[in-house]
């Protein structure tokens, strides 16, 4: 199975979120690196090659 980088980056937003609300971790730094993770797994696909079809692992 095949996962690209923005489905593992949302994964990783999905998952400091949850972590925030389980105060694992400081919620703001937790809160704050999920809103970049999403804003970068959003902004992939229309960079071209970073988030087109190549970027497959």
């Known amino acids: ?3 690209s980088i923005s ?5 990783v ?4 979120a949850i972590f925030a609300l389980l105060d694992v971790v400081r919620s703001a730094t937790a809160l704050c690196l ?3 993770c999403l804003a970068v797994a959003m902004l ?3 960079l ?7 970027d497959r692992l």
């Open 1 to 3: 199975m095949k996962f």
């Open 7 to 11: 489905s593992i980056l949302a994964l």
């Open 13 to 16: 937003a999905l998952l400091l």
């Open 34 to 36: 999920a809103v970049i």
């Open 44 to 46: 992939l696909p229309s």
């Open 48 to 54: 071209g090659a970073l988030g087109g079809r190549n």
